[in-house]
C-alpha cells in the first residue's frame, strides 16, 4: 500500500515463544490500531495507542508507537496456537495488509 | 461467540433530520464501545470511544454537538447523527469490547442523506 506497509508478511513460531509484527505508516495520525483476523472470521479489535502514547500493554499483548518513525510493534508473549491469525495495523488512512502468525503448537 | 448487532443496516433520511443508530452487544457486558466512520476507499476512522456511564471521548477533528453518543447501558451505545447532511453520508461501524481489550464489530450502517 502506498499509505503504509506491514512486516513480516508471515511468521511462523513455537508455541511459547513471542512474535512481533511491525507497522510503518506515511502519514501523520490520531491512532493506530491493532485488529486480529481469525480464518473465516470478523475483526476483532485487539488494541489502540493514541499518537501521545509511547507504549501500551495488554494481557501478553504489547503495543509501541514511534511517532517520528512513524511505525508501529504488536508483540505477543507466551504465544498459544489459539493465537494463530492474520494481524492487521490501521490508521484513519490505511489498513494493513496483514501478518500471517502460525503458532506450531 | 459473542456478537454485535447494529441498528439499522441501512437508513436514507433528509438533509436537515436527524438518525440514530444503535450498537447492541447481545450477549456480553460492553464496557467500551467504539463508533467509526468508513468514507469511500479509506480505512476505518474511529470518531469516538465510549464507556458505559460517562461521557464519550471524541477523536481530533469529530464534531461532539453533530455526533451524540450515548452509552447508558452496558448492552447499548448509540450515535445520533444530528441535522444530518449529505456530506454526513458514509458507512458507521460499531464496535463493543469486554474488560479487557477484545473487541468486536458491528455489521456496519450505510446512512445516505438526500
Given amino acids: 500500500?502506498?499509505?503504509g506497509e506491514e512486516d513480516p508478511q508471515a511468521l511462523s513460531i513455537q508455541e511459547g515463544e513471542n512474535a512481533t509484527m511491525n507497522c510503518s505508516y506515511k502519514t501523520s495520525i490520531n491512532?493506530?490500531?491493532?485488529?486480529?483476523?481469525?480464518?473465516?472470521r470478523g475483526l476483532v479489535h485487539l488494541i489502540l495507542?493514541?499518537?501521545?502514547?509511547?507504549?501500551?500493554?495488554?494481557?501478553?499483548?504489547?503495543?509501541?508507537l514511534d511517532t517520528s518513525k512513524k511505525s508501529s510493534s504488536l508483540l505477543i508473549t507466551a504465544s498459544r496456537a489459539a493465537d494463530t491469525a492474520s494481524y492487521f495495523c490501521a490508521t484513519d488512512y490505511f489498513f494493513g495488509t496483514g501478518t500471517r502468525l502460525t503458532v506450531i503448537p | 461467540g459473542a456478537v454485535v448487532s447494529q441498528h439499522p443496516s441501512w437508513v436514507i433520511c433528509k438533509s436537515?433530520?436527524?438518525?440514530?443508530?444503535?450498537?447492541?452487544?447481545?450477549?456480553?457486558q460492553a464496557t467500551t464501545m467504539f463508533w467509526y466512520r468508513q468514507f469511500p476507499k479509506q480505512s476505518l476512522m474511529?470518531?469516538?470511544t465510549s464507556n458505559e456511564g460517562s461521557k464519550a471521548t471524541y477523536e481530533q477533528g469529530v464534531e461532539k454537538d453533530k455526533f451524540l453518543i450515548n452509552h447508558a447501558?452496558?448492552?447499548l451505545s448509540t450515535l445520533t447523527v444530528t441535522s444530518?447532511?449529505?456530506?454526513?453520508?458514509?458507512?458507521?461501524?460499531c464496535s463493543a469490547s469486554r474488560q479487557g481489550v477484545v473487541a468486536f464489530f458491528g455489521q456496519g450502517t450505510r446512512l445516505t442523506v438526500v
Fill in chain 1, 49 to 64: 495507542i493514541r499518537s501521545n502514547e509511547r507504549e501500551k500493554h495488554s494481557g501478553r499483548l504489547r503495543v509501541t
Fill in chain 2, 46 to 48: 474511529l470518531m469516538a
Fill in chain 2, 16 to 28: 436537515g433530520t436527524s438518525v440514530k443508530i444503535e450498537c447492541r452487544s447481545l450477549d456480553f
Fill in chain 2, 84 to 93: 444530518a447532511h449529505p456530506e454526513d453520508s458514509s458507512f458507521y461501524i
Fill in chain 1, 31 to 40: 491512532n493506530l490500531q491493532w485488529y486480529r483476523q481469525n480464518s473465516g
Fill in chain 2, 73 to 75: 447501558s452496558l448492552t
Fill in chain 1, 1 to 3: 500500500s502506498q499509505q
